[in-house]
């Protein structure tokens, strides 16, 4: 029964291949030619095409931490791509921004499988597509892969394989090509289009992405020869029989690598090859500007102001600055797009995102996985190798971006890239690393100088010698803080001494092999100066603690350092650097560039999310250091908060706090900070959120004695997310802003949560007499004693409604409505309604301040009024100033 059973499964699976079209191996005596399944099998290639389209639509987490607008479905603008000859790739390779392109035509990946002479019909071409970090591959490869699934793209090929070099450079275990295949995609296994037989794998893509991430051996005697897609191979030996077309030689091949990899393939097997060259020109620039600037809710507001900053951008690409130079390469197309988004777009519904956060995902989704490994053929333990490319990055580039923010300087000579980045090699790997480094890296993180930086007047190089800057100014910042909250510049006592307590925490506490060890690690004839180090582990942790101490010392020092000059706030430098400068330029400083987003970011690297990241990058910062640094830090932040800081400085002050994301650090403070005066800064969305993030932290019973943000541009918009910043103030003055009508009720939702408001200030915010009527409507719900409605254009009937509601008021006393359009009669009855109307009231009376002027006598509050007037006269309507104070001297004469 159960031989039975089994013929007769094994007759069904027969016809059901074969109703595929598949024909599989048939023991004898079973034939299907009557029999017919009765229900259709789905058809592979079609699983094959939503589950990649389902795989490659996938966002990584750096996409989605943007609240889904920067997505897949945005518009794609494809980067240059140049086919080149053998010889031009076999040549000495230019940096991506010295690529010359006159009369090029750019091209598509699909004319790169157009047929050529060189190659005949039955041999499917080999295709190698390089680039430097930072170009495009991954993103054209995606948006292939994209395409293909939905038919608009390299149709002549009915099957499209992706495999990525980094997960076959990670299998050890040997398999078959169609095990390979089948392990990643289960609905291919068997497909007959891998059988090997006839021509069918003329129809055949395969796409190996980051080829130099395996290690491809060409050498007969090194790998060997094979044809039967069903004999186990290494993935390594595998891919070489594929592009020497000894295994399915009618199928094609896809191949992206970076540049120091090209020579890893000989040109034999290569059919064409193809440079990606990024975005080499503004237009190319804006429209992928365009198209993720644009991608927003869809509010009408928020597209105008996103057509402003593209025009703005576009404007600055124009002019050849630095950022069109950076913007070279599309992953800083990327990084200017997240930082606009977050500088721009940011609300009180906005997930948390934070400007060190920006750039460690932008490094993540650039050197994630990274590593610099050693050169084909070399049998060096794994251990031995730098593991991260990132933590190379650090100690070449981080130094040198330390020591030039050390020093205020911008730009560098090619000499001084060679000490900081060349450093002192020794063995040929370490040659070979440099190399590699050099090739693929360095023109991803540094640029030809284009112009002298703004801050620091540059001293013309020797002999015109070329200088470099960092792509985009802050990631010079970013790399520096990152430098040293690695604690990368220690001493060399310090690195010795973590070297050695490794070892030691692996040998036995007997004095003898305590010795035999640090003899390995110091040369005999000093080691007598380092015998104390036998007392480990005691003496290390004197040394650990003092090394984490210094690193809190260094970044406190630099972070609270005094300027000679104070500057606009970070986040409008950061914004300056993108946009470039519109109008009057600002005042040139002859100390140096102030580098203010550097401590900003030291900050913001000790938030657990960052460090998540950096880990992933192979940069560690251990939770112990960062208590460390944390506890180290917390007695500057509150010495500081507690002196009187100008508004830039303080509003900075505030970002690293809220780049901290430490809600106890900051509670604790806030402890020491009783005012806030942010007068004349520019403020955005991003910085009343920064504001109100902050001040969320504070404890239930926290207030502050004053929140002043007269003169910030403030909308009413903005009103609602300083909302929680409201609920921690006595005095509220927000003079001077375009809150206009709609500013009225916004304010009066959010002050219901706020208790202790005695004094609010609306002067000059143009309430009209809508707003002032509103004001009189909701004031029952507050505990005001004072309200300055000044220089609002309030007329007569609104502003006795208005007092009356005062009077009215359990608390109010004092009411400043003088600079409004009063006619005289409504002056004097706004000086003569001294008893509330309601039999209820209190019988007080509440002082109103309506003119400098009472009558044809001057008001006993002259003083107080004028006192306003001087202040600012210079920003308020001159007529209107000096109609008063003729007044004022009419009256005095």
């Known amino acids: 029964m159960k031989s039975l059973h089994r013929k007769l499964s094994h007759l069904l699976g027969?016809?059901?291949?074969?109703?595929?079209?598949?024909?599989?191996?048939?023991?004898?005596?079973?034939?299907?030619?009557?029999?017919?399944?009765?229900?259709?099998?789905?058809?592979?290639?079609?699983?094959?095409?939503?589950?990649?389209?389902?795989?490659?639509?996938?966002?990584?987490?750096?996409?989605?931490?943007?609240?889904?607008?920067?997505?897949?479905?945005?518009?794609?603008?494809?980067?240059?791509?140049?086919?080149?000859?053998?010889?031009?790739?076999?040549?000495?390779?230019?940096?991506?921004?010295?690529?010359?392109?006159?009369?090029?035509?750019?091209?598509?990946?699909?004319?790169?499988?157009?047929?050529?002479?060189?190659?005949?019909?039955?041999?499917?071409?080999?295709?190698?597509?390089?680039?430097?970090?930072?170009?495009?591959?991954?993103?054209?490869?995606?948006?292939?892969?994209?395409?293909?699934?939905?038919?608009?793209?390299?149709t002549h090929f009915k099957l499209l394989i992706p495999f990525s070099c980094e997960d076959l450079g990670q299998l050890s275990k040997a398999a078959s090509l169609r095990d390979l295949v089948s392990k990643k995609y289960l609905h291919l296994r068997k497909h007959p289009m891998l059988s090997g037989e006839g021509n069918q794998a003329k129809d055949v893509l395969f796409l190996f992405n980051g080829m130099e991430k395996m290690k491809l051996d060409f050498r007969i005697g090194a790998t060997e020869l094979c044809s039967d897609p069903?004999?186990?191979?290494?993935?390594?030996?595998?891919?070489?029989?594929?592009?020497?077309?000894?295994?399915?030689?009618?199928?094609?091949?896809?191949?992206?690598?970076?540049?120091?990899?090209?020579?890893?393939?000989?040109?034999?097997?290569?059919?064409?090859?193809?440079?990606?060259?990024?975005?080499?020109?503004?237009?190319?620039?804006?429209?992928?500007?365009?198209?993720?600037?644009?991608?927003?809710?869809?509010?009408?507001?928020?597209?105008?102001?996103?057509?402003?900053?593209?025009?703005?951008?576009?404007?600055?690409?124009?002019?050849?600055?630095?950022?069109?130079?950076?913007?070279?390469?599309?992953?800083?197309?990327?990084?200017?797009?997240?930082?606009?988004?977050?500088?721009?777009?940011?609300?009180?519904?906005?997930?948390i995102r934070t400007l060190t956060g920006i750039y460690t995902s932008f490094l993540r989704l650039n050197f994630g996985g990274e590593v610099l490994g050693t050169r084909t053929g070399t049998n060096l333990p794994i251990q031995e190798h730098p593991n991260s490319l990132m933590l190379y990055v650090v100690r070449t580039l981080g130094k040198l971006a330390f020591d030039g923010v050390t020093y205020k300087r911008m730009s560098f000579s090619e000499k001084e890239l060679e000490q900081w980045i060349g450093g002192k090699t020794k063995t040929d790997e370490e040659l070979h690393q440099l190399a590699v480094f050099r090739t693929d890296v360095l023109d991803f993180f540094l640029a030809p100088c284009l112009e002298s930086g703004k801050h620091l007047p540059e001293e013309p190089s020797e002999n015109g010698e070329r200088r470099y800057v960092f792509a985009v100014p802050a990631m010079q910042e970013y790399l520096a803080a990152l430098y040293v909250v690695l604690g990368e510049n220690k001493s060399a006592l310090e690195k010795l001494t973590r070297q050695v307590s490794v070892a030691i925490g692996q040998a036995s506490e007997d004095v003898n092999a305590i010795v035999n060890i640090l003899s390995k690690f110091i040369p005999l004839r000093i080691f007598a100066v380092f015998n104390l180090l036998k007392l480990f582990p005691k003496l290390y942790e004197k040394i650990s603690s003092r090394n984490k101490g210094s690193i809190a010392r260094t970044m406190a020092a630099e972070m609270f350092r005094t300027e000679d000059s104070y500057n606009e706030d970070v986040l409008d430098q950061v914004e300056q650097s993108l946009l470039g400068v519109h109008g009057p330029q600002p005042k040139q400083y002859s100390e140096g560039q102030p580098f203010e987003l550097y401590p900003i970011f030291m900050g913001g690297l000790l938030h657990y999310g960052n460090r998540v990241l950096l880990q992933q990058l192979g940069c560690s910062i251990q939770s112990t250091t960062v208590a460390q640094i944390t506890q180290a830090l917390r007695k500057y932040l509150v010495r500081e908060l507690s002196k009187p800081q100008p508004p830039e400085e303080l509003m900075d002050l505030l970002v690293l706090l809220y780049e901290f994301q430490n809600p106890r650090l900051t509670a604790e403070v806030l402890a020491s900070?009783?005012?806030?005066?942010?007068?004349?800064?520019?403020?955005?969305?991003?910085?009343?959120?920064?504001?109100?993030?902050?001040?969320?932290?504070?404890?239930?019973?926290?207030h502050l004695e004053e929140l002043d943000l007269s003169s910030c541009l403030l909308t009413h918009e903005m009103l609602q997310v300083l909302w929680p910043a409201f609920r921690h103030t006595y005095n509220l003055k927000l003079c001077d802003n375009p809150l206009l009508e709609s500013g009225t009720s916004t304010l009066l939702k959010a002050l219901p949560e706020n208790q202790s408001l005695t004094h609010l200030s609306l002067m000059h915010t143009g309430l009209g007499d809508q707003g002032a009527l509103?004001?009189?409507?909701?004031?029952?719900?507050?505990?005001?004693?004072?309200?300055?409605?000044?220089?609002?254009?309030?007329?007569?009937?609104?502003?006795?409604?208005?007092?009356?509601?005062?009077?009215?008021?359990?608390?109010?006393?004092?009411?400043?409505?003088?600079?409004?359009?009063?006619?005289?009669?409504?002056?004097?009855?706004?000086?003569?309604?001294?008893?509330?109307?309601?039999?209820?009231?209190?019988?007080?009376?509440?002082?109103?301040?309506?003119?400098?002027?009472?009558?044809?006598?001057?008001?006993?509050?002259?003083?107080?009024?004028l006192s306003v007037i001087r202040e600012n006269a210079s920003s308020w309507d001159h007529e209107r100033v000096k109609q008063q104070l003729k007044v004022h001297t009419q009256c005095t004469h």
């Open 230 to 351: 069903n004999e186990a191979l290494l993935p390594s030996v595998a891919v070489v029989n594929l592009l020497r077309k000894y295994l399915l030689p009618e199928a094609s091949i896809l191949v992206t690598t970076r540049l120091s990899a090209l020579d890893r393939i000989p040109q034999k097997y290569v059919s064409r090859y193809a440079q990606i060259c990024g975005f080499n020109d503004p237009d190319r620039q804006r429209a992928y500007f365009t198209s993720r600037l644009l991608h927003q809710s869809g509010e009408t507001a928020r597209n105008h102001e996103a057509h402003a900053l593209i025009e703005l951008l576009y404007l600055n690409l124009q002019r050849e600055s630095q950022l069109a130079a950076a913007c070279f390469l599309p992953s800083y197309c990327w990084l200017t797009c997240a930082t606009l988004h977050f500088l721009h777009f940011t609300d009180a519904k906005a997930p």
């Open 774 to 865: 509103e004001l009189a409507q909701g004031l029952q719900h507050h505990s005001l004693q004072e309200l300055n409605v000044a220089y609002n254009n309030i007329g007569d009937n609104a502003a006795l409604a208005l007092v009356d509601a005062c009077r009215e008021h359990p608390t109010i006393h004092t009411v400043h409505l003088y600079l409004n359009p009063l006619s005289d009669v409504g002056k004097q009855s706004l000086y003569v309604r001294g008893v509330p109307k309601s039999h209820g009231g209190s019988g007080r009376q509440v002082r109103v301040l309506a003119s400098v002027t009472e009558g044809s006598d001057v008001s006993e509050d002259w003083h107080p009024i």
């Open 14 to 154: 027969v016809c059901r291949w074969r109703t595929m079209g598949v024909t599989p191996y048939q023991p004898n005596g079973f034939h299907c030619h009557t029999l017919h399944s009765t229900t259709s099998e789905p058809d592979p290639l079609e699983i094959h095409k939503k589950k990649l389209f389902l795989w490659f639509s996938h966002l990584p987490q750096e996409e989605k931490q943007f609240g889904g607008y920067f997505s897949p479905e945005t518009m794609h603008v494809d980067p240059l791509i140049l086919e080149r000859t053998a010889e031009e790739s076999a040549g000495l390779l230019s940096p991506p921004l010295q690529i010359q392109t006159p009369g090029s035509p750019s091209m598509t990946v699909e004319q790169l499988f157009e047929p050529t002479d060189a190659w005949s019909g039955d041999r499917g071409l080999n295709v190698l597509l390089y680039g430097a970090v930072g170009t495009g591959k991954s993103t054209v490869v995606r948006k292939l892969v994209l395409d293909w699934c939905a038919g608009t793209t390299l």
């Open 673 to 702: 900070i009783r005012t806030i005066r942010l007068t004349n800064i520019r403020m955005t969305s991003l910085k009343c959120f920064v504001l109100s993030s902050v001040l969320s932290c504070a404890s239930p019973s926290y």
